[in-house]
């Protein structure tokens, strides 16, 4: 096997793929990244069987064949390389790969390539196409929100509901949900799972094209893929159920607030300094007198306070919150006012955007000493 690349295609394709190599691998291959080159591409592969992902970009490719090489020491040798392009082939005999670009030469070791275990096409019960800013959003506005204990499996991902023209996705770690819809205009089926976070991230991170585009959805009962461009990727789902999470989420609200999105959180920011040093981050929030009143305070570390001027309307509430999980619905907000809706003091409060009912993000209260 022999081809030539752009260095820095082959470089973004290994970065992507790489991410599913096995910390542990259950077999050596499966630290490999696996390389097929034939009619002008070359497409790599990585999995670790619960992620896997493939790339394919363009080459010339001289002489066509397959190889799995290490892939920590493929990947950091490509983006240590200088030029333009890189040339690699395989030595048969010695079962070593050379990697050479301008006056720079690596022989790196290879695996056998037929013990790696190639991935395939997903063959699903459901299949959908939704563009992938709107994919991008569904995560964006959920996936933040989810657990990162791995001893509650059903919380590290995200609840993907699809009933006829309406698709939910949802995350909660039990003390915050956040909630996003979209609407289709034709039905697309139906089907309830959880969706690891991690490949999630992986989609919020890689279409990211400026022009709307297609990704092509396929469930199984226990996988899921997603085909995007020259990117495909895969994944095996959470077991388990998602909890009913609709009697979360309050049905009516006291007190209405309305504040600057940018403002509000450069205070959470700046106010969270303080409350990071203590166990639950806590910021206490009293809504009076058209503004928020953010406080923190931390006797080995000192005292924080700034107001915010807001829009209220309903009784007086003081509250308080884990700074970070405001933070992290902040960061994803769109719009540049936010509603808060609060009832009292311990009860849940609800974040939405300005003009968007298709989301909603509920966060629990901290118990505080007054």
């Not at 752009?6 to 190599?21: C, D, F, H, Q, Y």
């Not at 696996?34 to 790599?44: C, G, P, S, T």
């Not at 048969?92 to 030469?105: F, G, L, M, Y």
């Not at 959920?142 to 939910?168: H, N, R």
């Amino acid at each position: 096997m022999k081809f030539t690349c752009t260095k820095n295609e082959l470089a973004n394709a290994l970065r992507i793929v790489s991410k599913a190599i096995a910390n542990k691998p259950q077999t050596p291959v499966l630290a490999g990244i696996y390389v097929r080159a034939e009619e002008n591409q070359l497409e790599l592969q990585a999995t670790n069987y619960e992620l896997g992902f493939v790339s394919r970009i363009q080459a010339e490719v001289e002489t066509p064949g397959q190889i799995a090489i290490g892939g920590r020491y493929f990947l950091e040798v490509v983006n240590k390389m200088p030029g333009d392009t890189i040339t690699i082939s395989l030595d048969d005999d010695a079962r070593t790969v050379h990697i050479q670009s301008e006056k720079v030469n690596f022989t790196l070791l290879s695996m056998n390539p037929a013990e790696f275990p190639v991935i395939r096409p997903l063959d699903g019960n459901l299949q959908f196409t939704i563009k992938d800013n709107v994919l991008r959003t569904l995560i964006k506005k959920t996936s933040f929100a989810c657990s990162t204990d791995e001893g509650k499996p059903v919380f590290t991902g995200c609840s993907l509901v699809v009933d006829g023209t309406e698709v939910t996705m949802a995350a909660s770690n039990m003390h915050r949900l956040s909630v996003m819809k979209e609407t289709f205009d034709e039905p697309i089926g139906s089907i309830r799972i959880i969706i690891p976070a991690k490949i999630l991230n992986e989609i919020l991170h890689s279409a990211s094209s400026d022009i709307p585009s297609d990704i092509t959805i396929t469930c199984s009962y226990n996988q899921i893929s997603f085909v995007l461009d020259n990117l495909y990727m895969t994944s095996r789902l959470i077991e388990g159920t998602f909890p009913s999470y609709s009697r979360v989420i309050p049905n009516s609200f006291a007190t209405h607030v309305q504040v600057d999105t940018a403002a509000f959180t450069a205070a959470l920011d700046r106010v969270s300094l303080i409350a990071r040093s203590d166990e639950y981050n806590v910021v206490k929030m009293d809504f009076r007198n058209k503004q928020v009143h953010l406080m923190a305070r931390n006797p080995e570390v000192g005292d924080a306070d700034e107001y915010v001027s807001a829009e209220i309307d309903g009784p007086d509430v003081q509250t308080a919150f884990n700074a970070q999980y405001f933070i992290d619905v902040m960061k994803a907000l769109d719009s540049s006012v936010c509603r808060i809706g609060l009832n009292q003091e311990l009860s849940p409060a609800a974040v939405r955007e300005a003009d968007n009912d298709k989301f909603i993000y509920v966060v629990t209260p901290v118990r505080t000493a007054h």
